[in-house]
């Protein structure tokens, strides 16, 4: 989990966030979720290079993320807090709040090669198998 900084003031808030900074890599592609239903699960997969992290700057969801072993559960319910996900760990977004607006902060530009969208290929994988 990350925690930032709230440089707000009687005027409002204010939260920056930096690459290689407050954000452990060089930011090179930002996109967020927003409109989701609660019942929508987003994700659903692994990448190769990326490094993430998540930041819900409105209403709230929630990320499992798992690495073939362990699974974690975190519920981003604040602005100032984020979650950093690696490479090579599993992820599904969900839980979404009707406000909901997912930041979603990548290492990389998108390439669909990197990406492992198939759960047991993921685990084949990570567990030292081809792929």
Known sequence: MLEFGDL??????LVVLEGEK??????RRVFYIYGSDP?????RH???ESEFV???VAGQSKVRVTDGER???VALTRPMQGIYLPR??????????????????ASTHYDPAEYIRN???YLQIVRGGAG
């Open 8 to 13: 707000g003031d009687e005027r409002g808030k």
């Open 22 to 27: 407050d954000i452990p890599f060089a930011i």
């Open 39 to 43: 019942e929508v699960v987003r994700g």
């Open 46 to 48: 692994a990448n190769r």
């Open 54 to 56: 998540l930041v819900n």
């Open 71 to 73: 699974e974690d559960i």
């Open 88 to 105: 090579m760990v599993w992820k599904d977004m969900y839980g979404f709040s009707p406000d909901s607006v997912l930041l979603v902060l």
């Open 119 to 121: 759960y047991d290929t």
